[in-house]
Structures are given as structure tokens and as C-alpha cells.
T-cell receptor, first 113, second 106 residues
């Protein structure tokens, strides 16, 4: 059981470049989430998917898009990266929404120059 | 204004000490979560509670819904407990505290 996996672990982009962060879980969870973590701030929810086929905006969705490819996979896309998107990104999953215990991936450290 | 406030921000303790980390929140919630973030960055969920108290090993979490306050206690602290402890609340939305950085010295 791998739990929640994320790729890549590290990435450096130039302003304006695009990239997709991948997330997969093998716990048969219905809900998946993308967070960003910045120094001095708590985790902030970017997007979430309550169930396969649905996605909703979180607190800080601007500049991002998501795809819930199937029950296992939830990707986060930066169409035109900006320095303000330099952050550590965490994917998480839970059995059924924010009221349930979440399991986190190892994180992706993204730097936008 | 932060919806979730934690105190203290930083805490240093001697091995064996009893530790308390506090969390206050200002929004209506259905559940409160305590997370542990290791020095390497990984995040682990420790507890999810909506009332009363939960215990897991040396960790105890309590919540007072009326006072909108939760505490995380660590008994007989150990250097491996050194981590950042994050309080989060969830209902319709989720809000996270900025964390309490704990260092336990041998």
C-alpha cells in the first residue's frame, strides 16, 4: 500500500511555463485535495474533488486547474507559472470529504523563477 | 484575521516533559484535526475529533466545542516527537493553523 503518491518531488520552472503535478492514491478514497503551504501561513486548499467526476474551488484557486482523471488520480495544472506560485504542494485524500481523516502525499517543492 | 490560531508558535522541551499545544478557532466546525509535519516535510493526520477526548499512545487530544478550543498533549515527550503540529478545522470549508514547532531535547 503506497498511500498517496505525488510526482515530481521537486521542480523548477521559469515564469510562463506550464506543468502538471500528479497525485494518485490506492486507498479507494472518494475525496481528493490539493493544498499549498507557504512559510508563515497555514495549508491552503486550492481545489478539491469530493468524488470522481466532480471538482470544486478551494480558498486559492486562481492560476490553477485540476482534473480528476479517475477515482485514483487527481492532477493539478499550472498553465502559466508565476513566482507567486513558488510553494510546497500537497495532495491528500479521504474517504468522504473534509470531515474525515485526510492522508497526505509527500509534497512537491515548486520554484518559479 | 486567522480562523485558526495556535499557541505557542515555538516550543522547546526537555525529554520526558509533559507538553501542551493549544488551538482556538473562530468559525463553526464539524470536526477538528491535529496533524504532525515531520522535519522532512511529510504530513500525518494524528486525530480527528468532534467532541470530548481521544488518546493514541502518548498523545491526547481534547476539544471544547462551546469555548472553540482544542489542546494536544504529549506525555513523556521524546526527541522523535520533534515536529510541527498543525491544528485544522473543517465544516463546509477547511482552515489550517500555521503550526507549532516543537523541539524535544535529549
Amino acid at each position: 500500500n503506497a498511500g498517496v503518491t505525488q510526482t515530481p518531488k521537486f521542480q523548477v520552472l521559469k515564469t510562463g511555463q506550464s506543468m502538471t503535478l500528479q497525485c494518485a492514491q490506492d486507498m479507494n478514497h472518494n475525496s481528493m485535495y490539493w493544498y499549498r503551504q507557504d512559510p508563515g501561513m497555514g495549508l491552503r486548499l486550492i481545489y478539491y474533488s469530493a468524488s470522481e467526476g466532480t471538482t470544486d474551488k478551494g480558498e486559492v484557486p486562481n492560476g490553477y486547474n485540476v482534473s480528476r482523471l479517475n477515482k485514483r488520480e487527481f492532477s493539478l495544472r499550472l498553465e502559466s507559472a508565476a513566482p507567486s506560485q513558488t510553494s510546497v504542494y500537497f495532495c491528500a485524500s479521504s474517504t468522504g470529504g473534509l470531515l474525515f481523516l485526510q492522508f497526505f502525499g509527500p509534497g512537491t517543492r515548486l520554484t518559479v523563477l | 484575521k486567522n480562523e485558526v490560531e495556535q499557541s505557542p508558535q515555538n516550543l522547546t522541551a526537555q525529554e520526558g516533559e509533559f507538553i501542551t499545544i493549544n488551538c482556538s478557532y473562530s468559525v463553526g466546525i464539524s470536526a477538528l484535526h491535529w496533524l504532525q509535519q515531520h522535519p522532512g516535510g511529510g504530513i500525518v493526520s494524528l486525530f480527528m475529533l468532534s467532541s470530548g477526548k481521544k488518546k493514541h499512545g502518548r498523545l491526547i487530544a481534547t476539544i471544547n466545542i462551546q469555548e472553540k478550543h482544542s489542546s494536544l498533549h504529549i506525555t513523556a515527550s521524546h526527541p522523535r516527537d520533534s515536529a510541527v503540529y498543525i491544528c485544522a478545522v473543517s465544516g463546509i470549508k477547511a482552515y489550517f493553523g500555521t503550526g507549532t514547532s516543537l523541539t524535544v531535547i535529549p
